[in-house]
């Protein structure tokens, strides 16, 4: 296990995001405007309700931000996508959080359920990412739950979240 801080101002995503906090090659981030948290203010490999894992994260809402603009016009909301776009950041930011080696990637859902909405009058989204399956084989796997939360609202529910690490021998 690597001996990483279990919180990340905006500085700390953006290193991550390019590939300062892992090394080269290893986990990264997407840069803003794709960066979906402001920071991550907790994250472990033996915590959350399973004992596997979790990231909880924050996202500062501004009525500026570039997806309310464009989705959609005359009536902003946050996509879905990127709610779960979020989530994914998050569960291979943990699997690199963890010290594991390899290039992150989603792989899927098995289930995603948009309860609410994120629109500009929000002051805060929470992403709970809360690993149910941790696989560190060849090929690194976190199956993981999530949740994304709107001022306290639940407004997107993930289950069987899939991203995987793989180096370029895979």
């Known amino acids: 296990m690597a001996d990483y801080p279990t919180s990340f101002d905006k500085e700390g995503l953006l290193q991550c995001a390019r590939g300062e906090l892992f090394g080269p090659g290893n986990a990264q981030l997407p840069e803003p405007p794709m960066?979906?948290?402001?920071?991550?203010?907790?994250?472990?490999?033996?915590?959350?309700?399973?004992?596997?894992?979790?990231?909880?994260?924050?996202?500062?809402?501004?009525?500026?931000?570039?997806?309310?603009?464009?989705?959609?016009?005359?009536?902003?909301v946050m996509p879905g996508c990127l709610m779960l776009d979020g989530l994914w950041q998050l569960t291979g930011f943990n699997l690199g959080w963890r010290g594991w080696q390899g290039q992150g990637?989603?792989?899927?859902?098995?289930?995603?359920?948009?309860?609410?909405?994120?629109?500009?009058?929000?002051?805060l989204v929470r992403y709970v990412v809360d690993f149910t399956r941790v696989i560190e084989r060849r090929l690194?796997?976190?199956?993981?739950?999530?949740?994304?939360?709107a001022d306290g609202e639940t407004v997107c529910e993930v289950r069987d979240m899939k991203v995987g690490l793989a180096t370029a021998e895979v």
């Open 35 to 76: 960066l979906m948290m402001d920071r991550i203010t907790d994250v472990s490999a033996d915590g959350g309700a399973h004992g596997k894992g979790h990231v909880i994260a924050e996202l500062d809402i501004h009525p500026d931000l570039w997806f309310f603009a464009c989705h959609f016009p005359g009536n902003p």
């Open 105 to 123: 990637f989603a792989l899927g859902a098995g289930e995603v359920k948009l309860t609410g909405m994120v629109r500009p009058d929000r002051r």
């Open 140 to 149: 690194k796997m976190g199956v993981a739950n999530g949740r994304v939360e």
